[in-house]
């Protein structure tokens, strides 16, 4: 999630989702763009046909570049070229500006930045724009007409805007339209960014990412490292000013020997990170010593050195914060196997043995009391909640409700975007990855489970079925991608995407599909380009 932070933080000065699952239940308009939340968000798209079956005149509008379940529910489909987000956002906000759309009044008593990010959208005829998108006129225009009307739009948007080299110019484009026309509140709409993972709203609170610190602080502020310092009892100047390492730099790292250890908790990075084999190369060196600390065997816990048993879910207490800011209470429903620890446990038990104070907490409340007094006059601020019956919305159901931004100006920030729309070599196709709908990311647990594997229980290749009848294939037929990474088999199923686009999921594995996405990382949130590779189709 790390490009949507950097642009909530860029257009708002903070992190936080601005709206509420409320706004889904009176939308008048309900955009999804780089999601299909269809298969990842299932109850939030229950919703939304809820409110679809309620109220027949909503408009479903889906943005991708594959006709996905959430599409084929959909009342417009508009199956864009991978890549050409920004040119589209951008040709959407010049044409809503041409043709009267944008909310003055909004623009210029709360927003700063417009005239410059309103020049660069207008770099490029309109036409010439939407065409270089695959897109047709009549369908763009319906979304001109709409943003420019008082219809309530509410925008939901994740991984195919987040995990890409121009994911946070994508969260800035598609946040810029909403901006533009006076959509943050609850009557015109607002932009909605879904959460992709379990907690990951919790984890931005507490600062996991490589730049964080509890309370949406940061690293690189010296009052954010004097307020942390103080209340850990540090040090003046004992936090280190310098942004973390990421996680792709740390395999460059091991592989010219200045890591020597690392510690993995609770993901697979072995099949989740871009280059699969140089992840390999660099989690098998000889040099490395690896720990993982995980509630069940993966392919990254089978290359360890050392295996930390952690409980999982149901097994432990703490607390989970949902897209809407939503803070509950978690509590365990079973015992947990003996010999596994709860996370927090592992963690302070390693930090006592290496001499660190201040990690000798009872219970998780301690630790939940100690992190919510940093939290205290921050966006995010929960310093008044206790922890026995925590069930709280920090920030109230919508942010930002007195159009006063959490910027230093206090106005909401539009960005100038770069339109892109990479162009393919005649032999080449797009490769778009993602899960499935039953299984979950590296399907360590899900993939154990029969019912769940009923006809997902190996990876395919989704093409149109024009294209491959073009290379005498037939559904069920096996196929060959590859790039200069690596090649991979996988059997033929049809599908309905943009020219030239291909579809695998990426968790099984025995077929990793990662294997042919490289390590490409996005300029400003430093997160990697998951989501797409170009790759040659051949027949073995």
């Not at 943003?147 to 994508?170: E, H, P, T, Y």
């Not at 050392?306 to 149901?314: A, E």
């Not at 709280?392 to 910027?407: M, N």
Request: include cysteine; glycine fraction near 6%; aromatic fraction near 8%.
């Amino acid at each position: 999630m790390a490009s949507a932070v950097v642009a909530h933080k860029m257009a708002f000065g903070s992190d936080g989702a601005v709206g509420n699952y409320a706004d889904i239940d009176d939308a008048e308009v309900i955009l999804i763009s780089g999601s299909n939340p269809a298969w990842a968000h299932p109850i939030i798209f229950r919703r939304i046909l809820a409110r679809k079956k309620s109220h027949p005149e909503t408009k479903i509008i889906v943005i991708d570049p594959i006709r996905t379940e959430s599409a084929e529910k959909s009342d417009l489909w508009l199956g864009l070229h991978s890549g050409s987000d920004t040119m589209l956002y951008n040709a959407l906000l010049a044409e809503i500006d041409r043709r009267g759309g944008c909310d003055n009044d909004f623009i210029s008593h709360s927003c700063e930045g417009f005239d410059q990010t309103l020049e660069a959208a207008q770099a490029m005829p309109y036409h010439e724009a939407i065409e270089l998108c695959g897109l047709s006129i009549d369908d763009t225009d319906i979304l001109v007409d709409l943003f420019s009307s008082d219809k309530k739009i509410v925008g939901l948007w994740c991984q195919g805007l987040n995990q890409a080299v121009d994911g946070v110019m994508r969260n800035l484009g598609f946040i810029n339209l909403f901006l533009a026309t006076g959509r943050i509140n609850t009557l015109k709409g607002l932009p909605f960014s879904l959460t992709g993972q379990p907690n990951a709203m919790g984890g931005r609170e507490v600062g996991y990412l490589s730049n964080g610190l509890p309370g949406y602080r940061d690293v690189r502020n010296p009052q954010d490292r004097i307020t942390c310092e103080r209340h850990w009892n540090l040090s003046s100047d004992a936090i280190s000013p310098e942004v973390g390492m990421t996680i792709t730099d740390a395999i460059d790292a091991i592989l010219e020997n200045r890591i020597n250890l690392l510690w993995v908790a609770c993901t697979n990075p072995l099949l989740t990170l871009p280059d699969v084999e140089k992840t390999r190369k660099a989690l098998m060196s000889e040099d490395l010593f690896l720990v993982v600390q995980d509630c069940a065997m993966s392919e990254t816990a089978s290359l360890a050195n050392l295996i930390l048993p952690s409980t999982s879910w149901g097994e432990k207490e703490g607390s989970m914060t949902n897209s809407e800011r939503f803070i509950k209470r978690v509590r365990a429903f079973k015992s947990a196997p003996i010999g596994a620890k709860n996370d927090s446990e592992i963690v302070c038990s390693v930090a006592k043995k290496l001499g660190f104070s201040g990690f000798d907490f009872a219970d998780t409340a301690e630790i939940y009391d100690e992190y919510k007094q940093l939290t205290k006059d921050r966006l995010c601020d929960q310093s008044t909640q206790e922890y026995e019956n925590l069930s709280y919305q920090w920030g109230g159901e919508r942010l930002y409700t007195d159009e006063i931004f959490a910027t230093a100006s206090h106005k909401a920030q539009f960005h100038p975007i770069l339109s892109s729309a990479p162009q393919l070599h005649e032999d080449e196709f797009v490769l778009l990855t993602g899960r499935t709908k039953k299984q979950w990311h590296t399907m360590t647990r899900t993939g154990e489970v029969a019912e769940l594997l009923k006809d997902e229980e190996e990876a395919y290749l989704l093409i149109n079925e024009s294209e491959a009848n073009e290379k005498a294939l037939k559904e069920g037929d096996i196929a060959v991608i590859s790039n200069n990474l690596g090649s991979l088999e996988l059997p033929i199923r049809f599908g309905i995407l943009a020219p030239h686009h291909l579809f695998a999921p990426f968790g099984y594995p025995k077929t990793p599909v990662n294997t042919l996405v490289p390590i490409i990382n996005d300029p400003f949130s430093f997160q990697s380009a998951l989501k797409s590779a170009r790759v040659r189709l051949e027949i073995p």
